[in-house]
């Protein structure tokens, strides 16, 4: 795969692709599980489908359709957890289905053939354009850019939010932001396994992560790799088995985990009997 990488374009754009994903990913899923957001991450990944149908629709790039409903997904989800709605749950998978109808809805309304959606919807990283990879650069940097001129604030407010309001740390600025920064993880990781399989992409190497460390910066770095290794692990049987690469990164990302939950309950078990 090396050699691909160095000899076609596309190889490059799928390889700094799965990096860029996996920075994002490392960074936000350790957020997402700490936070217990998983459900909403859900809602808003899929709500960003509507986008995709509209940009088609309207005849943009559908992956900026795709940013702008999940970061109005993203702030309308914030607001109902902030005011602690009744049933939020409800009102989550309410988006969650409001979004895909909006995208099936929009599709639909197009004349002539409809597109092929099967990229945004299960991923396609092998064909990730310049314009795409262009976008994923600009939404990476404002991640990590994020994460790190806040880090102090991040730190006190994803494990004790109470503790960060007597300090003085503004959580309904941070709550915000993160819901914004979960939006934005969701459209660099569609097109590398797509709005359905996103969620095991966004926990698997965070969750990983979480069995071997509890120091924030650790869990951060580690679930970098960890994502890497699932991303870059999933391209290489994508390429070599000519399988889906959505697919492949999410199987070996799920079936890696099993194994390591596995161990660390083994690491218990032992650590007990001794």
């Not at 799920?254 to 939950?261: G, M, N, Q, S, T």
Request: hydrophobic content about 60%; charged content about 15%.
């Amino acid at each position: 795969m090396l050699e691909a990488i160095f000899t076609y374009q596309f190889m490059r754009n799928a390889a700094l692709t799965a990096l860029l994903g996996s920075i994002v990913c490392g960074i936000m899923g350790v957020f997402i599980i700490e936070k217990k957001l998983v459900m909403m991450s859900g809602g808003i990944a899929h709500t960003s489908y509507g986008g995709v149908g509209l940009g088609y629709l309207l005849g943009i790039e559908p992956i900026i359709g795709a940013f702008v409903f999940s970061v109005l997904a993203a702030l309308g989800i914030g607001v109902l957890k902030r005011r602690d709605v009744t049933r939020s749950d409800v009102l989550i998978s309410l988006f969650w289905a409001l979004g895909m109808a909006m995208g099936i809805l929009f599709i639909a309304m197009m004349e002539g053939y409809p597109p092929d959606i099967s990229a945004y919807l299960f991923g396609s990283i092998l064909s990730v354009t310049r314009l795409d990879l262009a976008i994923i650069v600009a939404l990476t940097v404002l991640v990590i850019i994020a994460f790190l001129v806040l880090y102090a604030d991040w730190q006190v407010f994803l494990f004790d939010e109470d503790f960060a309001r007597t300090r003085g740390v503004g959580t309904k600025r941070l709550d915000t932001l993160l819901m914004i920064l979960i939006a934005v993880t969701v459209v660099v990781l569609i097109r590398v396994v797509g709005i359905i399989l996103v969620l095991a992409l966004l926990t698997a190497p965070a969750a990983t992560a979480a069995l071997f460390t509890t120091r924030l910066k650790t869990r951060v770095a580690l679930a970098i790799v960890i994502s890497a290794l699932y991303s870059f692990g999933g391209l290489w049987l994508s390429y070599r088995m000519n399988i889906a690469s959505g697919a492949a990164i999410v199987i070996l990302a799920v079936i890696c985990y099993l194994l390591a939950l596995l161990f660390a309950r083994w690491r218990v078990y032992r650590h007990r009997e001794r």
